[in-house]
């Protein structure tokens, strides 16, 4: 959101598109995408052995065409500004607001990741279902809303909140979406919201078990790809639901409430709204402004 409200485009101004040649392209090409950058994923009924002597027969063999250079190595600082940024779109009839909470990645490579990754999933969900409630009781000011995970590039994780509003309704979804967030940041989860987070969680690793035998091939791949990638780790279903279901029993409010605060000290709300054309587009520093208001307790919560 930065590089759009600062006039930049992802693909670059009309004059450098225009004047872009192959030469720049086939040099990335040639110094990236190389045999020791690369990995070849196969999944399915196969022989193993087989498939492997194929791979080798048909890869092996390749050399880079570019010079070996260092690999950037990606850090991902602290996100302590708010960003915020609005547009509106034709192809859109309802207003939607995606709230992001930006912050660094961990593959979960270790124990004490899991039990964060784990406390701080559970801080979301619960955020998530007090505004779903809201809409099940009919006293919301939008039509749904839930939680979602943005994680735009690898080293970056941006857990968040989308909220779907009428026209008329946008900044209230807006303000929803943030009091949510503040509401937890203040004064925390109750064991009553854990338990029904928890009661799910057990219930997928009870179907992930229990499913283990009809995983497709491309999950299969997709978690190979993940691990190459990023280092995530790909262990059986009942490795990880015997791993999980302590951390699970283990898992209090404290532990969310802290893995939520240290996420929030690390982090500073991203704001996207998207509106129908028909609809005002509020400004940035109208957003700004709204998300200035609750740190300081300027908002008295509901």
């Known amino acids: ?63 880079p065409r570019g010079e070996s250079v260092p690999r950037p190595q990606l850090e991902v600082g602290q996100f302590d500004q708010a960003h915020a ?6 192809d859109v009839v309802t207003s939607s607001i995606a ?17 964060d990754n784990t406390a701080l999933g559970i801080a ?13 009781r009919g006293s919301a ?14 080293p970056l994780a ?30 925390g989860f109750t064991d009553r919201e854990l338990q029904r987070v928890l009661a799910e969680y057990r219930s997928e690793l009870d179907s992930l078990v229990a499913s283990a035998d009809t995983v497709g091939d491309g999950d299969y791949a997709d978690q190979a790809v993940g691990h190459f990638l990023v280092g995530t780790p790909m262990p059986p279903s009942a490795w990880l639901h015997d791993a999980l279901s302590p951390i699970y029993d283990s898992m209090d409010t404290a532990a969310v409430e802290g893995a939520f605060e240290a996420w929030l000290a690390d982090s500073a709300p991203h704001l996207l709204v998207t509106v129908p054309t028909d609809v005002a587009v509020p400004s940035e520093e ?9 740190p300081h307790g300027a908002v008295v919560l509901p």
């Open 1 to 63: 959101m930065p590089g759009v409200s600062a006039g930049r485009s992802p693909l670059g101004s009309d004059d450098a598109i225009k004047s872009m040649t192959s030469a720049p392209l086939r040099e990335f090409y040639d110094t990236w995408y190389r045999p020791d950058n690369a990995a070849v994923v196969v999944v399915g009924d196969i022989d193993v052995d087989k498939v492997e002597q194929m791979v080798r027969g048909r890869f092996e063999a390749m050399e």
């Open 99 to 115: 709230l992001g909470l930006p912050g660094r990645f961990s593959a979960a490579a270790e124990v004490a990741d899991l039990i």
């Open 85 to 90: 940024t609005a547009f509106s779109d034709p």
């Open 158 to 187: 941006v857990p968040g909140l989308y909220v779907d509003a009428s026209r008329a309704d946008t900044q209230a979804a807006i303000d929803a979406a943030l009091v949510e967030v503040e509401r937890a940041r203040r004064y």
């Open 124 to 136: 979301f969900d619960v955020i998530g279902n007090r505004l779903a409630d809201d809409v099940s």
């Open 286 to 294: 109208e957003l700004l402004a709204t998300i200035a208001r609750l």
């Open 141 to 154: 000011s939008f039509a749904s809303a839930g939680v979602t995970s943005f994680d735009p590039v690898r």
